[in-house]
Nanobody, 124 residues
Framework: QAQVVESGGGLVQTGGSLRLSCAVS????????MGWFRQAPGKEREFVAS????????DYRDSAKGRFTISRDNAKNTLYLQMNSLKPEDTAVYYC?????????????????WGQGTQVTVSS
């Protein structure tokens, strides 16, 4: 049974940092493209970052470039999102997503597997 579990969210002040983790089980992690999405209250779920199977190609939304870093450890079946210089507009529930073929697709509906989400709150 596939499981995708996020952790690492919390409350941080503007300019602070958080590191999100996503543990995957029941799937062949190294065969999956992985991504991070977020959803703020009253808004649609939006793409944040994605990474290919080997970890040597990444994609970011414009507002995340230079502040967020996506990475993966295939030996640990774990995906990460290092978030620096956080802003109040980054406040959202952050979701980890996995799919066999979705790397270049920023559309949430395309991704097959999802975690339950972890709350990130940035205070001003």
């Amino acid at each position: 049974q596939a499981q995708v579990v996020e952790s690492g969210g919390g409350l941080v002040q503007t300019g602070g940092s958080l590191r999100l983790s996503c543990a995957v089980s029941g799937l062949t992690f190294s065969g999956l493209f992985m991504g991070w999405f977020r959803q703020a209250p009253g808004k649609e779920r939006e793409f944040v970052a994605s990474i290919n199977r080997s970890g040597d190609r990444v994609d970011y939304r414009d507002s995340a470039k230079g502040r967020f870093t996506i990475s993966r450890d295939n030996a640990k079946n774990t995906l990460y999102l290092q978030m620096n210089s956080l802003k109040p507009e980054d406040t959202a529930v952050y979701y980890c997503a996995a799919d066999p073929a979705a790397f270049v697709n920023r559309t949430p509906a395309i991704w097959d597997y999802w975690g339950q989400g972890t709350q990130v709150t940035v205070s001003s």
